[in-house]
């Protein structure tokens, strides 16, 4: 998967966006999706292959953005692009939106990229969305993340259960009710040959507004996490007795020779 996360940085050099093709899993996806099998979709990556893939853009959150999205921050006006933007970090891209409301008002904001940086929350209604249909799910199934992002890696465990699907170990292991350490796409199709379904051919870059399958809204619960940015978990948090100079703390009980 590309991924690409800076402050205000150019998008990088020499990576062909717009020639990255999406993989097995991707497809098979979609046409799970199709066949009611998957509800709802979280993407942690901003290379836009899930949306480029066909998968319904009512039925999954891009957590993190998109490099071929762009998006009006007043009146919520989104669209993808053929091309991926030329900055990242919620710039502006040198559009105004141009959007006529229920008023007859013409919208005059600029246009700016989807893709996150740290100070930013994350975007609303996917989190939110993604939130409820975490907690009505009978399973959530994590395919090549470590789940160190917070508070993204708090949602499969929101579900009854949860499988990982990743080479490595993550942040979430202890939670799992099943880890497969594989790649995702030689997990994902040996799952379709039990299944007995075809993983569709990719043809070419494919939007999909809307999903074929009618999904019931769901309502939001009030366990939510106090904050929707994103964090990575500090050495302190890892470890309760690490310190900045590596000295294990001294247990509460005793006290320090050189108070003595």
């Known amino acids: 998967m590309w991924t690409r996360e800076a402050k205000g940085e150019k998008v ?12 097995k899993t991707h497809m098979a996806l979609v046409e799970l999706e199709k066949r009611g099998h998957v509800q709802w979709l979280v993407s942690q990556n901003v290379d836009g292959l899930h949306a480029r893939s066909g998968f319904p853009l009512n039925r999954f959150a891009e957590l993190h953005g998109n490099v ?22 919620q710039k502006p891209i040198g559009r105004i939106c141009g959007q006529i409301n229920s008023r007859g008002s013409t919208c005059r904001r600029q246009l700016v ?44 465990t929101l579900s009854r259960k949860m499988v990982i ?24 199709e040996i799952l379709m040959q039990k299944l007995k379904i075809d993983i569709p ?18 309502p939001i619960k009030e ?7 994103r964090k990575r978990k500090t050495k302190s948090e890892q470890d309760p007795d690490y310190t900045s100079h590596s000295v294990p703390k001294a247990p509460k009980n005793e006290i320090p020779e050189n108070e003595l």
């Open 165 to 188: 699907i990743n080479l490595s170990n993550t942040k979430m292991d202890r939670k799992a009710h099943l880890i497969i350490k594989s790649k995702c796409d030689f997990a994902i």
């Open 113 to 156: 990229d989807s893709v996150l940086d740290w100070e930013h929350d994350l975007p609303e209604p996917f989190f939110s969305d993604s939130w409820a249909q975490s907690e009505a799910a009978d399973l959530s199934i994590v395919l090549g993340s470590s789940l160190q992002i917070q508070p993204a890696n708090t949602l499969p």
């Open 201 to 218: 051919e990719w043809t070419g870059p494919t939007i999909v507004k809307e999903s074929s399958l009618k999904l019931e809204p769901l």
């Open 223 to 229: 366990a939510k996490p106090k904050t929707t940015r």
């Open 12 to 23: 990088e050099e020499g990576i062909e966006w717009s020639n990255a093709r999406p993989s």
């Open 68 to 89: 071929f999205a762009i998006h009006c921050p007043s009146c919520k006006y989104r669209e993808i692009q053929d091309n991926p933007v030329e900055f990242i970090g």
